[in-house]
């Protein structure tokens, strides 16, 4: 079984900084994307961040605004998230989401995801 486990969230002050990871465990052939999602109470779930196999990341148009960065150790298989410069709305469950392939007869990749970590950032 594919388990993808988030850590690193937690209550901090405006302008604080939070770094989240994500391990990525079990059976397992090989990662593409990864990706961080983000859900606020009473909001969609949105897309905070996605790096590629290779490490380029892109980032959620007028959303993070340069206060965060994606990264990711391969050797891990984990993913990062370092946030800085956070406000109050940035407060949510942050979700980590890996397309992998979970066997190498697969043809087809599967989007996994993480159980998420809360973020509560107070003013």
């Known amino acids: 079984q594919v388990q993808l486990v988030e850590s690193g969230g937690g209550l901090v002050q405006a302008g604080g900084s939070l770094r989240l990871s994500c391990v990525a465990s079990?059976?397992?052939?090989?990662?593409?994307?990864m990706a961080w999602y983000r859900q606020a109470p009473g909001k969609q779930r949105e897309l905070v961040a996605v790096i590629s196999s290779g490490g380029s990341p892109n980032y959620a148009e007028d959303l993070v605004k340069g206060r965060f960065t994606i990264s990711r150790d391969n050797a891990k298989n984990t993913v990062y998230l370092q946030m800085n410069s956070l406000k109050p709305e940035d407060t949510a469950v942050y979700y980590c989401?890996?397309?992998?392939?979970?066997?190498?007869?697969?043809?087809?990749?599967?989007?996994?995801w993480g159980q998420g970590t809360q973020v509560t950032v107070s003013s």
């Open positions: 079990g059976s397992i052939f090989s990662i593409n994307t």
């Open positions: 989401a890996a397309v992998l392939r979970v066997s190498s007869r697969d043809t087809t990749n599967t989007v996994f």
